[in-house]
């Protein structure tokens, strides 16, 4: 069912002030930065061994990065689990008893199809199911 850990998403106010660390501290590869207007969201990709970190800025205060990070803070948002056949992950986890954000893919950044499972279903984690149609990794 769940082939790895695809990445962890952190929630930042800033990629330009934070980016940095990662980049010249932790010596992570900048994969691509991509907007994704549909969650008001810019996000920095960064190869971590074979899992990246996604790095969120909010682009706007209506976006659920700005709503988290004004609750909580920055740190790690969420945990995305690579999955195949997303669909039927979907019917597994609502069989399964698992409140589900997304009854239906969407289109997430890098291209990849997504749902989110709600996090009081899985003990407060935000986990993000995540399927990379035609594509490697």
Do not use: W
Request: hydrophobic fraction near 40%.
């Amino acid at each position: 069912m769940i082939k790895k850990v695809d990445h962890i998403g952190i929630a930042v106010k800033s990629l330009e002030h934070t980016l940095p660390f990662y980049t010249n501290v932790l010596k992570l590869s900048l994969l691509a930065i991509e907007e994704v207007d549909s969650q008001k969201v810019k996000v920095a990709f960064l190869q971590a061994g074979q899992t990246k970190l996604e790095l969120l800025e909010p682009t706007s205060e209506e976006s659920p990065i700005a709503k988290f990070i004004e609750k909580r803070g920055e740190g790690i948002h969420h945990v995305a689990l690579g999955v195949e056949s997303i669909e039927e992950r979907i019917s597994e986890m609502n069989e399964k008893g698992i409140r589900m954000i997304d009854e239906q893919p969407r289109l997430g950044a890098g291209g990849a199809h997504i749902a989110f499972m709600h996090p009081k279903s899985s003990s407060g984690v935000l986990y993000e199911l995540c399927e990379k149609k035609g594509m490697k990794g």
